[in-house]
């Protein structure tokens, strides 16, 4: 699985999503300025322990990345992701 080819911004419902085998999990957020402030992520039972939450985490805080905005981890699971990566801490102020 390929995360940049997998993981998508659904732009009209402020949220990234990751869909395998038709069950999809989502990372949603809101805009404020030049950041990306993560709300709530939501990874389907029939998904969980497959590492989908974490490949969805590392797909959109690279997507943020690359667009050059910071990441506001509103959200528990988004903000445990940043800890245990340390890579990503320079995306959040």
Known sequence: MSVTETVRNN???NRYELTIDGAT???????REDKIVFTHTHVPESMSG???GSALAK???EDVRAQGKKA????????????RHPDYADLVE
Do not use: D, M, N, R
């Open 50 to 52: 497959k590492g989908v």
């Open 25 to 31: 999990a989502v990372a949603e957020y809101e805009l």
């Open 72 to 83: 506001l981890p509103l959200c528990s699971f988004i903000e445990g992701y940043i800890k």
């Open 11 to 13: 732009e009209q419902l």
């Open 59 to 61: 797909g959109a805080l």
